[in-house]
C-alpha cells in the first residue's frame, strides 16, 4: 500500500511541476536561430501578404522598325506594376509601360513565381493584354493598331531594408503581340516597396 501511495505522490508532484516549468520560460530573444523567437513574445510570423508598387525603366529594343512616321524617340522605355502577393513566392502583377522609340504601350496582368532565399531572389512569369502601336500611314493619316500579346519575363532581385520590403531588380521582357508589328524587347531596372 505504501508503493501505491508513493507513486501517487510523485505523479501529483510531476504533474503540478510541469505546468510551472512552461510558465517560467524566458522571454523571447532575435539573436537566436531563425524562427526560434516565435511564440515566446518575439517576433511574429512574417505577414506575406500585402501589395507592392514597382517603378520600371531601362532599354528597348524593337525587332522590326518601326514605321517611318510612327513617334521618334530613344530605345528606352518607361512604367510600374502594381502587385498582390498571395505568397512570398507568388504574386499577380498589373503592369503598364510606354516604349518611346515607335510609341508602343503594353498593359498586361499575371502571375510572378519568386524563389526562396535572401537577399537574392530570382522570379519568372508571364503577362497577357493589350499591346498599342500607333502606325503612321502618311502625315495626315494614323492607323491605330490593338492587338492581343503575351510578355514573359525573368528577372533577379535584391531584397533590402528594414523588413526586407524595398526591391532592387533587373529584368528582362520581351512583348510579343498576336498577330501584330515584331516584338520589342526590354532590358531594364526596377525599384518596389512591399507594404
Known amino acids: 500500500m505504501k508503493r501505491h501511495s508513493r507513486l501517487c505522490g510523485a505523479l501529483v508532484l510531476l504533474a503540478a511541476a510541469v505546468p510551472l516549468t512552461a510558465g517560467a520560460q524566458e522571454r523571447g530573444r532575435t539573436d537566436g536561430p531563425e524562427g526560434s523567437e516565435y511564440g ?6 512574417s505577414n506575406s501578404a500585402g501589395v507592392s508598387f514597382q517603378l ?3 532599354a ?5 522598325e518601326p514605321s517611318r ?7 528606352l522605355y518607361l512604367g510600374g506594376t502594381v502587385s498582390w502577393w498571395g505568397a512570398d513566392w507568388f504574386a499577380l502583377d498589373a503592369n503598364a509601360t510606354y516604349v518611346f522609340d515607335g510609341g508602343r504601350f503594353v498593359a498586361s496582368v499575371g502571375p510572378r513565381f519568386r524563389s526562396w532565399g535572401w537577399p537574392v531572389v530570382f522570379s519568372a512569369g508571364i503577362r497577357a493584354g493589350a499591346i498599342y502601336t500607333p502606325e503612321y500611314v502618311n502625315s495626315s493619316r494614323e492607323k491605330e493598331e490593338l492587338h492581343f500579346g ?3 519575363h525573368v528577372g533577379a532581385e535584391v531584397l533590402v531594408g528594414h523588413r ?7 529584368h528582362y521582357t520581351p512583348d510579343i503581340p498576336i498577330g501584330g508589328p515584331g516584338v520589342t524587347h526590354r532590358l531594364g531596372m526596377s525599384v518596389g516597396y512591399r507594404f
Open 69 to 75: 512616321d510612327a513617334p521618334e524617340g530613344p530605345p
Open 40 to 45: 515566446k513574445g518575439g517576433y511574429s510570423g
Open 164 to 170: 526586407d520590403n524595398i526591391s532592387l531588380g533587373l
Open 60 to 64: 528597348a529594343i524593337n525587332a522590326e
Open 150 to 152: 503575351i510578355s514573359p
Open 56 to 58: 520600371d525603366w531601362g
